[in-house]
């Protein structure tokens, strides 16, 4: 009885050690980290599997679609097929995620959030599915034919004939639209990070020279090298990073009216509360 009175003890003592150092707490944090991320690794698998499912028609429909109608894919490869499919579970995968992606960033900070926080982020979670598609659409239709038809009139004036494999050319497509897509998520993020507290308007507006080069530079880096393509890219990343600070200084005005509200009431500011 006496020993197990001390391990106890002991125990206890450690407990306390933990939470004065303040390590508890990180633990706590990591634990929560890794339970969303096995939240999110579920999702994934689930959408894989819908994504083997509807590799299929999507490869039909993209196939009837220019400028895959107009040309013939090979495979140079017996993992060729195999890949392609993968690919496009991959995607569909990563699209049908995206939401749950979301929920599960804003359930780790929730508890960090005050009450009028957490529902104002919460109203973010289904654009995330949205922004992407938006961002999915202005890339196939807009900038990958584009980048296609580049690439085939250097072909063309260097007089190489035109082999196509199944992989590369999904490939190529994939490299462009997901990044660009996922691009597109920067106002919901911006909004998000404001909402948080961790950026406001002000230094997004001081950051704005930065932002302007890193948008011109993923421009070029993900475009074929020509003027047309890569102002076709930059452009838009400039206009949502100029319609994030808008949004971010919305955010922030709210907050500002929210923080005068609270001190006028309690006194204090609700920062030290």
Known sequence: ????????????????????????????HLGELRKRLVYVLIILTLGLVVGLVLAQPTYNFLMSQKPANTISLHTFSLWDGIGMYMKFAFVIALILALPVIAYQLWAFVKPAL???EQRSTLKYVPFALIMFLIGLAFSYFVVF??????????????????????????????????????????PLVIMFLTAIRLVNPKRLRKMRRLAYFIMVLIGVMITPPDFISDILVAIPLIILYEVSVFLSGTVHKKQLAADAKWEAEYGESPNHA
């Open 145 to 186: 034919p584009l980048a296609f038809n580049f690439t085939r009139t250097v072909s063309q004036h260097l007089n190489l004939e035109e082999t196509y494999g199944i992989a590369q050319y999904f490939t190529f497509m994939f490299n462009l639209l997901i990044p660009i897509s996922l691009l597109f998520e920067l």
């Open 1 to 28: 009885m006496g020993s197990e009175a001390n391990n106890h003890s002991d125990q206890k003592s450690r407990k306390a050690l933990l939470r004065e150092e303040g390590l508890m707490p990180l633990l706590e």
């Open 114 to 116: 005050r009450k009028n």
